[in-house]
């Protein structure tokens, strides 16, 4: 009698047992859907076309605009005698900053203060903030032009950064001398999202005019392409949350493998004291 009733028994949790596992296994399963970027009713869709164009966007025009802050690269050539040249003899010395950018090597760049101005030599400050480096170099040409002979100016930026928090591979700052990044580009440069990020919802933390803003992207959506947010501004930080099956795959999962384990063991020790 207490053989059945604890064979009953035993079946019956057993039942239990699976159903809860089914349970946390397909609550846990990860939809394409919700995986793929730039969706547009294409997700498992077979024969799509190979041979067209199916869609086209047009991508806002952007240039980023220097800020207080920001170091930049300036380097002049020209035509003028070295011992003439005051400006290519003194450009290593300019600002005396450095800049590493991915510790790889350390470039020479001028520090933007906080009225928007670098020094030169002779010539004095010069008012760089709010405007492209081209409009930089295009400015920088006509004033040394007055001093030197067939001058060629070169401007970079050297410390465009941003941030990438939350379910990235690589999670923490970035720091490049290209200032023209899309926010896919970023993710890219952050090691890609995991497997269990919420591409639907990333959030956006925008420094502008001295505040800071906050938006939510949706990345599973190809019509990002339009937005206003395409392109990474410079000190923007992105939060990507998690979907809600991370608990379950990340800790429920292993948790019940120990509960499952220790059951079995339970059962087994009572039917060899049986």
Not at 108 to 134: C, H, Q, S, W, Y
Not at 139 to 151: A, G, R
Not at 238 to 259: D, E, M, S, T
């Amino acid at each position: 009698m207490g053989f059945r009733i604890f064979n009953a028994l035993n079946f019956s949790s057993m039942k239990y047992f699976i159903l809860l596992g089914g349970l946390i296994f397909f609550g846990s399963c990860v939809s394409n859907k919700k995986y793929v970027y730039l969706q547009q009713d294409d997700v498992n869709v077979k024969n799509l076309p190979r041979d067209s164009v199916v869609r086209s966007y047009d991508l806002m025009q952007y240039e980023y605009k220097v800020q207080p802050e920001d170091i930049i690269s300036v380097r002049f050539e020209s035509l003028t005698p070295e011992d003439f040249d005051f400006l290519s003899k003194n450009q290593s010395s300019l600002g005396g900053g450095n800049n590493a950018i991915n510790g790889n090597a350390q470039l020479i760049g001028e520090l933007v203060d906080r009225n928007g101005e670098i020094p030169f030599p002779f010539i004095g400050k010069i008012k760089v903030a709010g405007m492209t480096v081209f409009e930089i170099q295009d400015k920088l040409q006509t004033i040394v032009s007055q001093y030197l002979e067939s001058p060629v100016v070169k401007v970079r930026l050297l410390n465009f950064r941003f941030t990438v928090l939350g379910e990235a591979n690589k999670e923490g700052a970035v720091i490049l001398n290209n200032n023209r990044v899309t926010l896919l580009e970023a993710i890219g440069w952050a090691g890609g999202l995991t497997d269990l990020a919420d591409k639907s919802n990333i959030k956006l933390i925008r420094q502008q005019n001295g505040q800071s803003t906050v938006q939510y992207i949706n990345l599973l959506q190809e019509n990002f392409m339009n937005s206003p947010y395409y392109y990474i501004n410079q000190n923007d930080i992105l939060i990507v949350p998690a979907l809600k099956q991370r608990p379950y795959r990340k800790y429920l999962g292993q948790n019940l493998a120990l509960v499952v384990s220790t059951l079995s063991l339970l059962i087994l020790v009572i039917n060899l004291t049986r």
